[in-house]
C-alpha cells in the first residue's frame, strides 16, 4: 500500500475502478510518479462493492475487461457474463500482473481539491484532514459510486431491513423464508429477481417502468474457448475500439430495416434475439435507434416474445406492455436468464406504481394507494445512482480563483471531450458526462480516454507547459456535438440516466456522448492537430507548441 504520508506525487488519482487503474497504468508507463486514493479496500471500483445477489457483468467477455495483455495472460473465464467473485479475482490477477495495489491508499476518501494558482499544483483534501500535492489530478470515480435509496415519510415505521445493491454486506443476506420487496426494474432489479424469487417466502417487484430485458445468452467457457481467447485478446482489444458500441462483437447489420422484407426482418430479429446478450440491440439495423417505426418493429418483436413467457395477462401487460413506454434501448435494457418465468411463481407479484405508488409503511410492509398490504421483513430499494455529474459533483472541487466546478454544473456541464474542464488546469475525468460512459461498452471508453491522457500529459511533460486546460469555445464545440447527437438518440424520448436536467435551459439534456467509439476517438484525436485551438496554460498564456 502506497504511504500518502510521503512526498507530493506527479499526479493523484481517486478511485481504484477500471478508469483510476488505466491512468495509473498510461501516467506509470510516462514515468510519473502516482498514488491512487480509493475509499474502498480493495481495487475494482463497481465491481469491489457490488456483491449483490446475482450481480454479474451483463456487457460479456471478451469485451468487458482490461486491454493490457499481461492482464490476460494465464487468465480463465468461467463463462461468457462472470458473476462479481469471479471479477474481483480477475482484478487481484490483474494487480499480480501490473501491481496496481502497491500504488493505492485504501480507506482514504478525497472530500475535495483545490488548484493553487501560486504553485500551479492540485492540493487534495482527505477525509482524515491529510493534504496531499500534485501536478495532474484524476478523477476516476465512476458513474455508479452513489446509489439513491428509496425515500417516502413513513419509512421510519418499517421495522424489516432495507439494503441498497451498491452498498450490500459482504457477508450476504439470506431471504430464505422471507417476505421480499424489490422496488426498481434496472439491470439491478431484475438480476436481484431473478436470484431471489424462488427463495423468499413471497417477493412484490415495485416497478416504473418496464424494463425491456433481452435473454442473456450465458454459457460456460472451457479451456479451449479461453486459449483461443487469449490467443485473439490483441485483436479483440483492437476491434472493440472499431465498433460503435465498443463491443468487439457487436456491429450493425450495414442496411437499414425496410431494405428487408418483413418475413426477412422477423427472421433477423429472430436470429439476433435467439444469440442472446446486447445482440438484438446492438447488432441490428442500422436505422434501428434512428428511424422510429423501425425502432417499434423491434419493440414488438420483443414484446412479442417476452408476453409469451408471463402466463398471469395482469402481470404480462405490466412487464411486456404492447404499447412500449420509450423507444427500445432508450433505456438500457438488462440482460436476464428468467426474470419473467419468476412471475409465472404464485409467490413473485408485480406492482405498477403508476397506478399503485407506495401509499405509507408498516411496521412489517408496504401499503399501495389500492390499499392491498404487500408484507416484507426486506426491502431492496434498487433505485439506481445519482447522475453522473453529480457523481463529481459530490467533490469540492476549486479550479482557478476558488471557482467550483459543483456551482457551475448545478447550472449546466461543460466539458472538453467529456475529460477536462476549463478554469481546472490539468485536471482529467475519465468515465465522466459527456464521455460515451454508459452509451457504450465502458471499458472501451475508458480505454481510449487512457490513451488521450497518457497523449495529452506527455505532450505536457516534454515540453515542459504550465498546467493546460481547455478553452470555452472548445467546450463549447464539444457541447454542441453532444447535444446534436443526443437529438438524434431515442434516449431523448425517455426519462432516463442517459438524460440529465440543464437548469439554464430549463430543459433534459443527454449526459453522455452517444456517437459510437469510433467517432469519439476522431473527436480525441483532433486534439493534436488543433491543440492550441483547444487549450489554454492556467498563466494564460497560450500553449505555443507544434505537436
Ligand atoms: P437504473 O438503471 O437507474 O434503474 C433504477 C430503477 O429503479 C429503474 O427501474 C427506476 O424506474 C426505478 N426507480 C427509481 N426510483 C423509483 C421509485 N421511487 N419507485 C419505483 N421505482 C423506482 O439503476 P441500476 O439498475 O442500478 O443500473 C444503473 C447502471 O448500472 C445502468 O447503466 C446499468 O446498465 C448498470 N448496471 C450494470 C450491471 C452489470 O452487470 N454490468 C448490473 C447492474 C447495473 P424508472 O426506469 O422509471 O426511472
Given at each position: 500500500m502506497s504511504n500518502p504520508k510521503s512526498t507530493n506525487r506527479d499526479a493523484i488519482i481517486v478511485g481504484a475502478g477500471l478508469s483510476g487503474i488505466t491512468a495509473l497504468y498510461e501516467l506509470r508507463k510516462l514515468g510519473l510518479n502516482c498514488i491512487i486514493l480509493e475509499k474502498g479496500s480493495n481495487i475494482g471500483g463497481v465491481w469491489h462493492w457490488n456483491c449483490y445477489p446475482g450481480a454479474r457483468m451483463d456487457s460479456g467477455v471478451p469485451s468487458y475487461e482490461l486491454p493490457m495483455p499481461e492482464c490476460q495472460q494465464d487468465w480463465s473465464w468461467s463463462s461468457n457474463y462472470p458473476e462479481y467473485a469471479e471479477i474481483q479475482r480477475y482484478f487481484d490477477h490483474c494487480d499480480k500482473k501490473l501491481g496496481i495495489k502497491k500504488h493505492v491508499c485504501f480507506g482514504m476518501t478525497v472530500t475535495g481539491a483545490r488548484f493553487e494558482t501560486s504553485t500551479k499544483n492540485w492540493a487534495v483534501e482527505c477525509n482524515d484532514g491529510r493534504l496531499l500535492k500534485s501536478k495532474y489530478f484524476i478523477v476516476a470515480i465512476g458513474l455508479t459510486s452513489v446509489g439513491v435509496r428509496i425515500t417516502h415519510p413513513d419509512i421510519g415505521l418499517f421495522e424489516g431491513q432495507i439494503y441498497q445493491p451498491s452498498t450490500w454486506p459482504k457477508d450476504g443476506v439470506d431471504p430464505t423464508g422471507k417476505h421480499v420487496t424489490v422496488i426498481g426494474t434496472g439491470c439491478t432489479g431484475v438480476q436481484i429477481v431473478q436470484e431471489w424469487a424462488d427463495k423468499a417466502k413471497s417477493m412484490a417487484v415495485f416497478q416504473r417502468t418496464p424494463n425491456t430485458a433481452i435473454p442473456m445468452g450465458i454459457r460456460p467457457l472451457n479451456e479451449t474457448d479461453n486459449t483461443t481467447l487469449r490467443a485473439k485478446h490483441e485483436v479483440l482489444m483492437d476491434k472493440r475500439k472499431q465498433t460503435v458500441s465498443g463491443l468487439a462483437d457487436k456491429e450493425p447489420i450495414p442496411r437499414k430495416i425496410w431494405e428487408d422484407s418483413f418475413d426477412v426482418r422477423q427472421a433477423t430479429f429472430n436470429n439476433l434475439f435467439e444469440q442472446g446478450g446486447l445482440h438484438f440491440w446492438l447488432s441490428s439495423y442500422s436505422n434501428l435507434m434512428l428511424d422510429w417505426n423501425a425502432n417499434r418493429e423491434a419493440y414488438d418483436f420483443w414484446a412479442k416474445k417476452t408476453r409469451a413467457r408471463i402466463a398471469d395477462p395482469k402481470k404480462r401487460d405490466i412487464l411486456a406492455p404492447v404499447e412500449p413506454k420509450h423507444p427500445f434501448g432508450g433505456k438500457r435494457p438488462a440482460l436476464e436468464q428468467s426474470y419473467y418465468e419468476k412471475f409465472n411463481l404464485e409467490s413473485v407479484d408485480v406492482v405498477d406504481v403508476n397506478i399503485n405508488p407506495i401509499d405509507t409503511f408498516t411496521r412489517n410492509g408496504i401499503i399501495t394507494k389500492d390499499k392491498a398490504l404487500h408484507p416484507a421483513d426486506i426491502i431492496v430499494s434498487a433505485t439506481g445512482f445519482i447522475s453522473p455529474e453529480k457523481i463529481v459533483r459530490t467533490l469540492d472541487i476549486q479550479g482557478?480563483?476558488?471557482?467550483?466546478l459543483a456551482d457551475l454544473w448545478d447550472q449546466e456541464i461543460n466539458t472538453y471531450l467529456g475529460i477536462m474542464c476549463h478554469g481546472f488546469p490539468n485536471m482529467f475525468i475519465l468515465d465522466g458526462p459527456q464521455s460515451p460512459g454508459e452509451m457504450s461498452n465502458i471499458p472501451t471508453s475508458i480505454e481510449i480516454q487512457g490513451e488521450w491522457l497518457s497523449k495529452t500529459v506527455e505532450i505536457i511533460e516534454r515540453r515542459q507547459m504550465d498546467p493546460v486546460h481547455p478553452s470555452l469555445s472548445a467546450m463549447q464545440e464539444w457541447r454542441d456535438i453532444v447535444e446534436t447527437v443526443g437529438r438524434n438518440s431515442p434516449a431523448i424520448k425517455a426519462k432516463s440516466r442517459y438524460m440529465v436536467f440543464n437548469k439554464t435551459r430549463a430543459e433534459a439534456e443527454p449526459v453522455f456522448y452517444g456517437g459510437g467509439i469510433p467517432a469519439y476517438r476522431k473527436q480525441l484525436e483532433q486534439t493534436f492537430v488543433e491543440w492550441e485551438k483547444a487549450f489554454e496554460t492556467s498563466g494564460n498564456a497560450r500553449a505555443a507548441v507544434s505537436v
Open positions: 482557478i480563483g476558488g471557482t467550483r
